[in-house]
């Protein structure tokens, strides 16, 4: 979890960072109608069990990880499977030298 003992998370991160704000503050929490972060629990609550669900009864969703370069990545993927996303680190966004896309492309 840690790397060269530095702790990964910067002092001004928020929790709040990353989600829809309007779709937070439609949530219910009972008695403390202003509590933001409680309202963010619960939809984050919400769409984890959303995402719980689909999984139990999806016969159809699988996941890949894999560890390995990006830039390797366009040569190990097979041409007849298809992605829905395919994520890398944020350093080898802007470090990919070539203009074309990897293949396969996400469907």
Known sequence: ?????????????DPLHGWSLPEILEQRVGPTPNDLYGKLYRHLHDQLSSFRRFLRTSKSCTFKLLHMDAKALAGYLKDDVLFDRIEVLQSYVGDYRSNRPPSPQPK
């Open 1 to 13: 979890m840690f790397q060269d003992d530095v702790w990964p998370m910067k002092d001004s991160a």
